[in-house]
């Protein structure tokens, strides 16, 4: 059920089981007025009887002769105590509340009670209405308070005659008084409130007892004034029931214009519309209960057939994915395959390109080489020349002595020739013997070499205690030997240069670093200044004098070097001694641990 629906289901629920509680109220008072209306019926007859039953009773004893003389002899006191006694075993055989004759003036003569503290005798009743009633002649009936007993009761009086044959003026009256105490009694029994009024509506007997001498309306003033004469009440002050009262069911009764009146309990009638209630209240809640559960089961079932289109459209949904994955994944693949034929394109063009530079970079090298070499070899052919013109112009003048120190000056320019174009040769050689190569063995091996020069020189080399180390390298162990070498070379001519004083030592290190083996030579000498940092592996490049250096040296040690996909890097030593460090790295064979 949709939310805001559920205030206003519960709301007419409530309505409905308001409703339920009204109506059965109403149907139960109505019932209950009905019972009432019939109960009445029963009652009335009964009380009927009860005053009727004496309303003789005074008449006859009207004949009495003991009644007739007492009137006649009121001062006699044997008269009077002969009529207490004769009322008073009546009263004992009828079962009346009392009975009491009464004088012309109402003052009693005799009653039944006479020795009774609460007696009749000497009270004088004239203001009472049925004394009246009885003194013209009529039966008098009144229901009052009595004013000696303090008891209720229905008064019947008669007249009684002088000569009670013939009639003739009234000489007194005689009165019977009945108590209704034993209705109001039997009324208790009742749930319901049972009620009987005088004609003004002043309520007089009843089963709830502060009901009692209250009237159904407030009374009127010609009312209160009767009341108040006739002492009915014993001038209580009759105060009105609580208005407006509640339906009730009445009945005439008597001769006196009384009502006898029932109202419906309250509490019947309030269980009467609770049950109601609650039996619709059940209702509604069982009608709740199987409207919920139906609600329940359609839901269940729509939620059923939901999930299952749900599932249904979910598989159709994967499916679609999975094709469109499939296509995608197609694409992509199509796509990876046609980048991959680019890649190996471009792999290829990058290929070509590379040897293309290399190329071109070998030819620029070579460019600088044959300028380079032009340069060198130029020097020392002019001098061939020019030695060869003049011996032969000293052998044409017959000077053989001359031309053969010229021959002596040609073979050292040759030599010097041949030894430029074999340093040259290591730039030519292609074909390398690529080995495992010992490192410490082939430091050791250059060390040897160049030694004597050392120890010409004044110049300590220092290469550590290299056996036992087993560093070992792919590469060619003659050219290593070479590029170590020429690196001592340069290293001791850096020291030879400089003063006595001043330290002379060059230090050969190996070591592992990473994946490469390392050797350091350093030196004692100047360091390489800034602007010859910048060429120092350029080839032709040179601070030496002519004759000593061609500049090819560092340039052939670096491009063997790279050969062997090693690295060979200078930097200047900090510190007073320090002059400069060379760095050989080779990669570390790949089995080496
Ligand atoms: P060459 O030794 O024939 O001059 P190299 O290529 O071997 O040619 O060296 C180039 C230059 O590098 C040298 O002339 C020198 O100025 C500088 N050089 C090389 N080694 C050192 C060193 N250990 N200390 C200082 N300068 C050096």
Request: glycine fraction near 14%.
């Given at each position: 059920m949709r939310k805001p629906l559920l205030p206003l289901v519960f709301l007419a629920a409530l309505l409905l089981v308001a409703g339920a509680y009204a109506l059965g109220a109403l149907r139960a008072r109505a019932d209950l007025l009905e019972q009432g209306r019939r109960q009445l019926e029963l009652m009335a007859p009964d009380l009927q009887s009860a005053m009727d039953k004496y309303e003789t009773l005074p008449f006859v004893l009207g004949f009495q002769p003991d009644l007739a003389e007492a009137i006649a002899h009121p001062a006699d006191a044997a008269v009077i105590a002969r009529l207490n006694r004769t009322l008073q075993t009546i009263q004992r055989q009828s079962?009346?509340?009392?009975?009491?004759?009464?004088?012309?003036?109402?003052?009693?003569?005799?009653?039944?009670?006479?020795?009774?503290?609460?007696?009749?005798?000497?009270?004088?009743?004239?203001?009472?209405?049925?004394?009246?009633?009885?003194?013209?002649?009529?039966?008098?009936?009144?229901?009052?308070?009595?004013?000696?007993?303090?008891?209720?009761?229905?008064?019947?009086?008669?007249?009684?005659?002088?000569?009670?044959?013939?009639?003739?003026?009234?000489?007194?009256?005689?009165?019977?008084?009945?108590?209704?105490?034993?209705?109001?009694?039997?009324?208790?029994?009742?749930?319901h409130t049972i009620a009987l009024a005088d004609r003004h509506g002043v309520v007089f007997l009843s089963n709830q007892p502060d009901w009692r001498y209250r009237s159904l309306r407030p009374l009127d003033a010609t009312a209160q004034q009767e009341l108040a004469q006739t002492q009915q009440y014993t001038g209580r002050q009759v105060a009105s029931l609580p208005q407006p009262l509640p339906e009730y069911a009445v009945r005439p009764v008597g001769k006196l214009g009384w009502q006898l009146m029932l109202f419906p309990s309250q509490v019947r009638v309030q269980r009467a519309a609770l049950l109601w209630a609650a039996g619709t209240a059940l209702l509604l809640a069982c009608g709740g209960a199987l409207w919920w559960a139906l609600h329940q089961r359609r839901r269940r079932l729509e939620e059923q057939r939901e999930s299952r289109a749900a599932l249904r459209q979910a598989a159709l949904e994967l499916e679609q994915r999975i094709a469109e994955r499939t296509a995608q994944l197609q694409t992509t693949n199509s796509d990876l395959e046609s980048k991959y034929v680019k890649l190996q394109q471009t792999e290829h063009m990058l290929r070509t390109t590379q040897n293309q530079l290399v190329q071109a970079g070998k030819l620029a090298m070579l460019g600088q080489m044959a300028a380079g070499i032009t340069h060198e070899l130029n020097q020392p052919l002019a001098a061939i020349r020019a030695f060869a013109d003049n011996a032969r112009v000293f052998l044409e003048r017959g000077r053989p002595e001359q031309a053969d120190a010229n021959l002596g000056h040609i073979s050292d320019a040759s030599a010097r020739m041949g030894a430029i174009i074999s340093q040259l040769k290591g730039f030519a050689r292609k074909d390398e013997a690529i080995t495992q190569v010992n490192l410490a063995r082939s430091v050791q091996a250059s060390a040897l070499l160049v030694d004597n020069d050392f120890k010409r020189q004044g110049v300590t080399l220092e290469t550590g205690d290299l056996t036992g180390s087993e560093i070992t390298v792919a590469g060619d162990a003659v050219r290593i030997e070479q590029v170590l070498i020429n690196l001592l070379r340069n290293a001791l001519d850096a020291v030879a240069g400089m003063e006595e004083t001043h330290p002379r030592t060059v230090t050969v290190t190996l070591e592992k670093a990473e994946r490469w083996a390392e050797v350091r030579i350093s030196d004692t000498g100047p360091g390489i200044p800034e602007q010859v940092a910048a060429h120092l592996f350029e080839p032709?490049?040179?601070?030496?004098?002519?004759?000593?250096?061609?500049?090819?040296?560092?340039?052939?040690?670096?491009?063997?070097?790279?050969?062997?996909?090693?690295?060979?890097?200078?930097?200047?030593?900090?510190?007073?001694?320090?002059?400069?460090?060379?760095?050989?790295?080779?990669?570390?064979?790949?089995t080496e641990p």
């Open positions: 079962q009346v509340g009392a009975i009491y004759l009464m004088d012309r003036s109402g003052l009693t003569l005799g009653s039944s009670n006479w020795d009774q503290p609460t007696s009749f005798v000497g009270k004088n009743f004239s203001y009472r209405p049925y004394f009246s009633e009885a003194q013209r002649g009529r039966p008098g009936l009144f229901y009052g308070i009595g004013t000696a007993t303090a008891e209720a009761g229905y008064f019947i009086a008669q007249p009684v005659y002088r000569d009670s044959t013939d009639g003739g003026p009234v000489a007194g009256v005689v009165a019977v008084k009945i108590s209704l105490a034993e209705f109001e009694q039997t009324w208790r029994s009742s749930e032709f490049y040179t601070t030496k004098p002519s004759g000593q250096g061609l500049g090819l040296g560092l340039a052939i040690s670096s491009s063997i070097v790279q050969a062997m996909n090693g690295q060979l890097t200078a930097h200047n030593l900090p510190g007073p001694a320090g002059g400069a460090q060379f760095v050989l790295r080779l990669p570390l064979q790949a």
